[in-house]
T-cell receptor, first 113, second 113 residues
Framework: DAKTTQPPSMDCAEGRAANLPCNHSTISGNEYVYWYRQIHSQGPQYIIH???NNETNEMASLIITEDRKSSTLILPHATLRDTAVYYC??????????????FGKGTHLIIQP | KAGVTQTPRYLIKTRGQQVTLSCSPISGHRSVSWYQQTPGQGLQFLFEYFSETQRNKGNFPGRFSGRQFSNSRSEMNVSTLELGDSALYLCASSLGWANTEAFFGQGTRLTVV
């Protein structure tokens, strides 16, 4: 798995877009960018993933730079329920590392009312 | 469809005892992975089972073991409990082996006293 770097914490006002950055400068060509989040005391929740094209689903959008060295997860209209730790993972889609998913410390996103 | 179910949700055990945790994956998913989450170490991979066989294993002592049944349900066992085993134990379900897209249960909160 490629190493990822995320800011430890971020604040965002409720109703605004939350933009969470992730650096993965050593990502290899067959590694995808995955995002998960973990709301306090719950299991991690899969959000979205992408290889090189931008992706959007009902939860979020994922913007990957052209050189694939960084990406941004966008929550378009953040609500208080989006307060969570967000994890960025760069990994093959399947048959990846023998040590499961590596979550790192993630970004603690706090949505302010 | 039903999500990943972990039982029990909470458990209190005494040092030296053993414990068995259960995980029912999403219907059709054949891979079950287990993770331990503590405030100090974060999310750490324990092992992954696919088609009733342990495929990957994290860096945990032999006191931690697991198995998977023919219906893909999985159990994990911790013997000779130590205070440091107090943690949130999470189970993740995937379609195939070592898939990065995984769906987590709510976890079992184990407290060892």
């Amino acid at each position: 798995d490629a190493k990822t770097t995320q800011p430890p914490s971020m604040d965002c006002a409720e109703g605004r877009a939350a933009n969470l950055p992730c650096n993965h400068s050593t990502i290899s060509g067959n590694e995808y960018v995955y995002w998960y989040r973990q709301i306090h005391s719950q299991g991690p929740q899969y959000i979205i993933h992408g290889l090189k094209n931008n992706e959007t689903n009902e939860m979020a959008s994922l913007i990957i730079t052209e050189d694939r060295k960084s990406s941004t997860l966008i929550l378009p209209h953040a609500t208080l329920r989006d307060t969570a730790v967000y994890y960025c993972i760069a990994r093959r889609r399947s048959g990846g590392g023998a040590d499961g998913l590596t979550f790192g410390k993630g970004t603690h996103l706090i949505i302010q009312p | 469809k039903a999500g990943v179910t972990q039982t029990p949700r909470y458990l209190i055990k005494t040092r030296g005892q053993q414990v068995t945790l259960s995980c029912s994956p999403i219907s059709g998913h054949r891979s079950v992975s287990w993770y331990q989450q503590t405030p100090g170490q974060g999310l750490q991979f324990l092992f992954e089972y696919f088609s009733e066989t342990q495929r990957n294993k994290g860096n945990f002592p032999g006191r931690f073991s697991g198995r998977q049944f023919s219906n893909s349900r999985s159990e994990m066992n911790v013997s000779t409990l130590e205070l440091g085993d107090s943690a949130l134990y999470l189970c993740a379900s995937s379609l195939g082996w070592a898939n990065t897209e995984a769906f987590f249960g709510q976890g079992t909160r184990l407290t060892v006293v």
